[in-house]
Every structure is written in structure tokens, then in C-alpha cells.
């Protein structure tokens, strides 16, 4: 079975700042990788995957990825970061041939404007 | 908004009841996915439906048992309920064969509380 694993669960910081958050996955196989995120009262939303090809991915609202598969990582990366990025972030795989998400804890993060 | 609907939005139940959640997909989507999320945890796989019929489960015990309609609405029910239920549930529908990679909609969740 997939595991993910996040660090720094909790991260606060000032807008403008640069934002990079960790995962890290345990799986033999070929795998999805996932960033979902769920901003104060919302649902999980996609904020971008890697499935194949080049390794960095490109999402939404100026957020991206980098798949490394030596070390089994995807960390999610935002070069300034606003206000309104304040959200819970979500790490996710799953194997090909299934949809069923492993997830990660999760990362607070806190935007002090 | 994701299309994906589920309720109640909150419930309270006492430790040994049986509680029934549902979740209506977005429309077309005959693949839908629960997720248990407890508090400060990321969301766990509970089971996968795809057109009615069970396609997958996570680590949980028989007494989580869940329905697929064939309008593709769905039921997560859970017996004889215990503290460590109390959790958000999620439900996530997608389109198409569950093969990999498919966007998953996820609706805000069932917010269960069991004293």
C-alpha cells in the first residue's frame, strides 16, 4: 500500500515570502502524484498532478511541483505567496490502474498579510 | 463548486447507533469514492463504488458498508458506532472507469460527532 508522508504541518508566514512544502511517498510501483488543497470553509480542490512526462508540473494560482523520483518526492513549491493562499494542503498518490488516494496530514499554512 | 452534494452537514450520534450518509455525484459521474478524515489527518480511503458495485477498500471493518444507486447517488453506512468515528466523511465522484489519475470532485462533507 501507498503512504505519504508531510512535514511541517503547521507553517505560517508573511506575504511575498516564498512558500515550499514536503512529500515524500513509499510506494514500489508507478504512481499519481497529487496537490489538493482546501481553503477555509471549502471542499479539497485539485491544485495540480504529475502523471508522466516532465517532472515539473504547473498548477493553478501560480503554485508548482517537482516530481523526483530518486528520492520519492513532490514537493510543492509557490515563489510569493498571497494572503489568500491561506489554506490546509493536501499530498496525495495513488498507484496507476486505481484512483484510490493515499493522503498525506496535511500542511496548515498561515499567510500573514 | 464541485457539483458533488452530501448530507447532512452535521450529525451527533451516541456510541453503539447506526448512522447513514449521503452523497449525490455530479452528474454523469458513475465512480464515487468515501474518505474518512479525522481531526488534524489526511482523508482515508473507506471504499470505492463503480456502477454499484464495490471496486476497492481501505483498511476498515465490515461495519462500514456503503450502497451505489443507479443513479449513481451514494450511502455510507456505519454500525454500531464507536468514538473514533467522529470524523469528517468525504465523498469524491469521478467520471469514467476508476483506471488511475481521474480528477476526483469532492463534495464539503459530513461533519460526525458520536458521544
Given at each position: ?11 505560517i ?6 512558500l ?11 504512481v ?69 488516494l ?9 499567510v500573514?498579510? | ?26 452528474s ?23 456502477r ?19 443513479n ?12 473514533d468515528?467522529?470524523?469528517l466523511?468525504?465523498?469524491?465522484s469521478?467520471l469514467g ?8 470532485f ?10
Amino acid at each position: 500500500a501507498q503512504s505519504v508522508s508531510q512535514h511541517n504541518h503547521h507553517v505560517i508566514l508573511s506575504e511575498a515570502a516564498s512558500l515550499e512544502l514536503g512529500c515524500n511517498y513509499s510506494y514500489g510501483g508507478t504512481v499519481n502524484l497529487f496537490w489538493y488543497v482546501q481553503y477555509p470553509g471549502q471542499h479539497l480542490q485539485l491544485l495540480l498532478k504529475y502523471f508522466s512526462g516532465d517532472p515539473l508540473v504547473k498548477g493553478i494560482k501560480g503554485f508548482e511541483a517537482e516530481f523526483i523520483k530518486s528520492k520519492f518526492s513532490f514537493n510543492l513549491r509557490k515563489p510569493s505567496v498571497q494572503w489568500s493562499d491561506t489554506a490546509e494542503y493536501f499530498c496525495a498518490v495513488n498507484a496507476q490502474g486505481n484512483n484510490r488516494l493515499a493522503f498525506g496530514k496535511g500542511n496548515q499554512v498561515v499567510v500573514i498579510p | 463548486e464541485t457539483g458533488v452534494t452530501q448530507s447532512p452537514t452535521h450529525l451527533i450520534k451516541t456510541r453503539g447507533q447506526q448512522v447513514t450518509l449521503r452523497c449525490s455525484s455530479q452528474s454523469g459521474h458513475n465512480t464515487v469514492s468515501w474518505y474518512q478524515q479525522a481531526l488534524g489527518q489526511g482523508p482515508q480511503f473507506i471504499f470505492q463504488y463503480y456502477r454499484e458495485e464495490e471496486n476497492g477498500r481501505g483498511n476498515f471493518p465490515p461495519r462500514f458498508s456503503g450502497l451505489q444507486f443507479p443513479n449513481y447517488s451514494s450511502e455510507l453506512n456505519v454500525n454500531a458506532l464507536e468514538l473514533d468515528d467522529s470524523a469528517l466523511y468525504l465523498c469524491a465522484s469521478s467520471l469514467g472507469a476508476p483506471k488511475g489519475g481521474e480528477k476526483l470532485f469532492f463534495g464539503s462533507g459530513t461533519q460526525l460527532s458520536v458521544l
